[in-house]
């Protein structure tokens, strides 16, 4: 069975720091590219960021919106990804999904995790 | 990269066909056929119906169908069911090699 968990949400200050990881299981995690997506409450959804496999030199794209505040990152060792979120705003309050699929590229979704909720206020 | 355009809702009878449309530009939708379609209900992670414009991922009905005609996409649901009432977001690859999601359709089975 395909699993992503995520873990590491949490309620922080404008400004702080905060980083989630996601842990894969049931599928051949070093082969594929790895997204997190986000959706504020009651919102639509919004693409974060991608980082690709070893192969594709483990190249990161981000949204223009946390381009320079947030980093993505892997290791294939322990199959668990991670987003670090600097300079968080409130604007960053949102479930942070993290997906993945069965193939390299993953240009869709096939797996997503259930979630973690960052939350930022004072 | 701006968000890719979706109707707000849509509504339809149970057996009735329903088509969500989803309007990008040439450096997204119109560009590549990479684009898909999930499936949200409330207070649950979105579910992936339609990759690649119209292929289906395993385990996924054939009444959701996908196409795609210049910068436009689109997702028809058919024979529809009361459980198929849910947001509805499709998403591209864009030529900045970012991706970019629609705003979402609420579906209201009548």
């Known amino acids: 069975e395909v699993q992503l968990v995520e873990s590491g949400g949490g309620l922080v200050q404008p400004g702080g720091s905060l980083r989630l990881s996601c842990a894969a299981s049931?599928?051949?995690?070093?082969?594929?590219?790895l997204h997190w997506v986000r959706q504020a409450s009651g919102k639509g959804l919004e693409w974060v960021a991608r980082i690709r496999n070893k192969a594709n030199n483990y190249a990161t794209i981000y949204s223009t919106s946390v381009q320079g505040r947030f980093s993505i990152s892997r290791d294939d060792s322990k199959n668990t990804a991670y987003l670090q979120m600097n300079s968080l705003k409130a604007d960053d309050t949102a479930l942070y999904y993290c997906t993945s699929c069965s193939g390299t590229n993953c240009y869709a979704s096939e797996f997503w995790g259930q979630g973690s909720l960052v939350t930022v206020s004072s | 990269q701006s968000a890719l355009t979706q109707p707000a809702s849509v509504s339809g009878s149970p057996g009735q066909s329903v088509t969500i449309s989803c309007t990008g530009t040439s450096s997204d939708v119109g560009g590549y056929n990479l684009v898909s379609w999930y499936q949200q209900h409330p207070d649950k992670a979105p579910k992936l119906l339609i990759y690649?414009?119209?292929k289906w991922p395993s385990g996924v009905s054939s009444r959701f169908s996908g196409s795609k005609s210049g910068n436009t996409a689109s997702l028809t649901i058919s024979g529809l069911q009361a459980e198929d009432e849910a947001d509805y977001y499709c998403s591209s690859y864009t030529r900045s090699n970012s991706f970019v999601f629609g705003g979402g359709t609420r579906l209201t089975v009548l």
């Open positions: 690649e414009v119209f």
């Open positions: 049931g599928f051949t995690f070093s082969d594929s590219a």
